[in-house]
């Protein structure tokens, strides 16, 4: 069975009487290069389990099966449960779960399988969800090697981009936190059906082991990332007084100079190493003045 080929795909959804979901992201890749590539690149080690988010009708599930160790996904449309068991059904090392990703508890659901061994997560993620998801997946603490998630092109340039950059923002900040992120290719939107409006890329993130910037409070670190970017326009210290009022601007400035800062520096000059100096900085003063 050709998971890849359109008319096998419409074929497989006619005879379970299955439309498209649009409002749960359903864009299912067609592209059998385009879905190997994802399967090997995905992680380093054979021995990992996959966490798969939205299996579809399991056509990268399929690869990585073939590939990895295990495969745990996700699928929250309980009308591909069947069709899964039925694409999937050779294979003894898929586990597939009928349940929406922002209401498990990966903590439990991934227990037993970080104790035998790495874990990685990858996914064909549904656009209308992908930042939370991933915030969900780094929030989670959790060790996984690698995130390896196909998104929004547009979404992919603001997770990769590089401080001082156009594209750079707080979820850019925040995720160079949590790992390194890097572009692996650009797929067309004619590669899925149905189509989407947009292209999409596949990104990888390589989670740190051990944390680079070690803030001395990580609230006040993302505090401080959310209001530097707040009012993109301002300079850093308008924009960290709009977010942190109960500080004078003096207090501002200095907290910003004392950091080897320009008073009239933006906030999204300053990478993830120089974020974290300046919450420390923040975090200093507002202690002081309790
Ligand atoms: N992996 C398949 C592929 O590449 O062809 C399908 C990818 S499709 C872009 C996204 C999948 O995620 C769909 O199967 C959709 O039903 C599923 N999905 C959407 N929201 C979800 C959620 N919150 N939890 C788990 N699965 C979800």
Do not use: W
């Amino acid at each position: 069975m050709n998971l890849c080929d359109i008319k096998t795909v419409k074929q497989i959804m006619n005879m379970f009487h299955l439309t498209f979901h649009k409002e749960f992201g359903q864009n299912f890749l067609t592209d059998r290069m385009v879905v190997e590539d994802i399967a090997e690149e995905c992680c380093t080690d054979e021995n990992s389990t996959i966490l798969e988010i939205g299996p579809g009708i399991g056509t990268l599930t399929y690869e990585l099966a073939l590939r990895r160790r295990q495969v745990i996904s996700l699928e929250i449309d309980r009308g591909l449960i069947p069709v899964l068991s039925y694409t999937l059904g050779e294979f003894d090392n898929v586990r597939v779960i009928n349940k929406d990703v922002m209401e498990t508890d990966l903590q439990e659901l991934l227990a037993p399988a970080f104790a035998e061994g790495p874990v990685s997560v990858c996914a064909n993620l549904p656009y209308y969800i992908t930042t939370p998801i991933l915030m969900k997946l780094l929030e989670s603490g959790l060790p996984f090697d690698y995130i390896t998630i196909m998104i929004q092109a547009e979404v992919a340039d603001r997770l990769c981009a590089k401080a001082g950059t156009k594209d750079y923002g707080a979820i850019t900040a925040v995720l160079a936190y949590y790992g390194e992120a890097e572009k692996l290719f650009t797929v067309p939107a004619d590669r899925f059906i149905p189509a989407p409006k947009v292209n999409s890329t596949v990104i990888r993130i390589r989670l740190h082991r051990e944390k680079p910037c070690k803030p001395k409070n990580e609230a006040m670190l993302f505090r401080t990332i959310k209001a530097a970017f707040g009012q993109r326009r301002k300079t850093l210290i308008n924009a960290l007084g709009a977010g942190f009022s109960e500080l004078t601007r003096e207090e501002l400035v200095s907290a910003v100079t004392a950091c080897g800062h320009d008073v009239n520096i933006r906030g999204e000059r300053l990478d993830i190493a120089q974020f974290t100096a300046l919450s420390d900085r923040l975090n200093e003063i507002l202690i002081q003045k309790v």
